[in-house]
């Protein structure tokens, strides 16, 4: 308990890092059991529960999430669902972040929390990174949608599988999949305004717009065939400006646009167009699928000794000589007042100190800026390798089906599907990921953070210390002997509180097990039914916001939120009370007791 509680002080300080605090703790525990073993247990059994997170099912799944949210990064495989949500972030962030609050609940429902928040997390991301909100505004509030819709059913989460199970073998009638639903969905009348309207207000702007982000570069977008194309404003992106095309376009030609990378790539995409000769960037793709290299885009400066000033991009022979395609051109606020000067085909001509976005594999790009006096800027983008989207869909929705759903079984009498650990499932996603190409698996470390792996260890080494030294026993014990003289409300807030401090330092799988059998013997004590006490201790299993230890999806979103330990606890704290104040009405009022 005392290892504990400096954890938490020194996480909510925040003067260390959270990956330096960690660390201490296990070699902390690993030195504490080895001079002090639990009971009749060696000095090596406490170096293996001390490092035993390192190994632990829960560690090995999220990192497998975290590769296969990857391959859904770089597939593209979610553009088209982020590009929905996208448009209603862009009419009003508001309502979009309401969206997506109601999406994560109702799908968490029947899906397990894990893979639902896996799936939205790349989705977040990108909406993060074109501006329209910052990702530490919205991955928290979702993130919590989800607990709270998991919550509503017993099918919602491991953990309400496991205390009704118990609470089954201890002799209580059956609980069926919907039967308290009611219940949290008006709690969730309460929960939803705090996500919506307060706690975003609560949570630090992470957002950074990089350099890149604010060049505009000058580009001619190559039309493809199949008739006329208006470019109209509904259909393009924000940002994107057409300089000599007043009205329609026709099929090849060719109009002078400009606009951020990433407004240009969805101008192309919605106009059906190129930004680079169609032969250069197919020949770009046959030599990344023959040398296995990925395909990303790059910014180069012109220097002085640059061969290409005075050049156009048409005259230069780039992709001759490189295989290379340059996709736009950005012109530097400070050479914006010379005058811009042109070849007779209206084509740009390149000066010093002028900016190139360029397109191929790593080796050519090396090349081209070695040999033609470039500069090259940090900030390479992976362009997403579309061709195997679906391929990274089917793999992740695959994963996620044999967990929540499970597997076609028929033993020659009865059809009963056999569904997954989400270690296994989630496993056997990321090898498929790897085997098929769609993360590649020398870029596999860009997919896990050492501070979210560390993190998790810690949390698994303090739940086995909590559960194993006979803490949590020791402090259920003393909860049952002040509860007797409470009213029934009050109660049914103890035991939600008492689990829910549980869940969020040890683990829901420890909170289910010592609460549910210290439930069901206080009704017994106090003439109650165990109902609503086991219930108590459901609920209080999911409110695991209040620290970033107490549930895997809360160290998912760490990284990509830029969290701290303070931010969970600052945001979650207040919305924990608040739930556990319902909850508790709401159980008193549903059982007349």
């Excluded at 650990?421 to 996603?429: D, F, H, T, V, W």
């Excluded at 209040?546 to 830029?562: C, D, F, K, R, V």
């Amino acid at each position: 308990m005392a290892v504990t509680v400096a954890m938490f002080i020194a996480f909510a300080r925040g003067r260390y890092p959270e990956e330096i605090i960690s660390l201490v703790t296990i070699a902390v525990i690993a030195v504490g059991l080895y001079f002090a073993p639990i009971g009749d247990n060696s000095p090596t059994d406490g170096l293996a529960l001390a490092f035993g997170g390192f190994g632990h099912s829960a560690l090995i799944t999220i990192c497998a999430l975290m590769i296969m949210g990857r391959g859904l990064v770089v597939t593209g495989a979610l553009e088209p669902f982020a590009r929905l949500l996208e448009r209603i972030f862009r009419w009003n962030s508001q309502i979009g972040l309401l969206a997506a609050l109601l999406v994560a609940y109702f799908l968490s429902m029947f899906v397990n929390d894990t893979p639902v928040m896996v799936l939205l997390i790349p989705i977040i991301v990108a909406i993060a990174a074109k501006g329209l909100m910052a990702s530490s505004k919205i991955l928290m509030p979702v993130n919590i949608a989800v607990l709270l819709g998991g919550m509503s059913t017993t099918i919602g989460t491991s953990t309400n599988i496991l205390v009704v199970s118990i609470a089954d073998d201890l002799g209580m009638a059956p609980i069926g999949v919907f039967q308290f639903t009611p219940i949290v969905l008006v709690a969730g009348i309460f929960a939803l305004p705090y996500l919506w309207l307060v706690m975003p207000r609560m949570l630090r702007d992470n957002s950074v717009v990089p350099d890149n982000a604010r060049r505009i570069f000058h580009t001619r977008l190559r039309v493809g065939g199949g008739g006329e194309l208006s470019p109209d404003k509904d259909k393009l992106p924000e940002g994107i400006t057409f300089h000599d095309t007043p009205g329609k376009l026709a099929p090849d030609e060719r109009p002078h646009i400009s606009g951020t990378h990433e407004a240009l790539e969805e101008a192309a995409r919605a106009l059906k167009g190129e930004l680079a000769p169609a032969w250069v960037v197919e020949r770009i793709r046959r030599i990344s699928n023959a040398q296995r290299q990925d395909i990303v885009a790059v910014e180069m400066t012109v220097t002085a000794d640059s061969r290409l000033v005075g050049l156009t991009l048409a005259s230069s022979g780039i992709a001759d000589l490189y295989s290379v395609a340059v996709l736009g051109i950005h012109r530097p606020d400070r050479v914006l007042g010379e005058r811009d000067t042109f070849s007779e085909a209206g084509d740009r001509v390149i000066r010093e100190g002028d900016v190139l976005l360029v397109m191929g594999i790593d080796d050519d790009l090396h090349s081209f800026a070695r040999n033609d006096g470039l500069l090259r800027l940090a900030g390479a983008r992976e362009l997403p390798r579309r061709s195997k989207a679906v391929l990274a869909g089917a793999i992740m929705l695959g994963a996620i089906a044999t967990a929540s759903i499970g597997l076609p079984w028929f033993d020659g009498l009865t059809y009963a599907p056999i569904k997954l650990p989400i270690a296994i499932s989630s496993l056997a996603g990321a090898i498929a990921m790897f085997v098929t190409g769609c993360v590649k698996f020398d870029r596999v470390g860009r997919a896990l953070s050492a501070k979210v792996i560390v993190l998790i260890a810690a949390s698994l080494a303090i739940g086995q210390v909590i559960d194993k030294s006979g803490a949590a026993e020791w402090l259920g014990q003393a909860l049952s002997l002040g509860l007797a003289y409470l009213p029934a409300a009050l109660v049914l807030a103890a035991i939600m509180l008492f689990v829910t401090i549980l869940t969020n330092f040890a683990s829901n799988a420890t909170a289910a097990t010592i609460g549910t059998p210290i439930a069901f013997s206080i009704a017994a004590q106090l003439g109650l039914p165990p109902e609503p006490l086991v219930l108590a201790v459901l609920f209080g299993c999911n409110l695991c916001y209040a620290t970033p230890i107490a549930y895997q999806t809360n160290l998912l979103i760490m990284s990509e939120g830029g969290y701290q330990f303070g931010d969970f606890v600052r945001a979650g704290v207040p919305l924990v009370a608040l739930m556990v104040t319902v909850l508790s009405v709401l159980l008193v009022i549903w059982y007349r007791l």
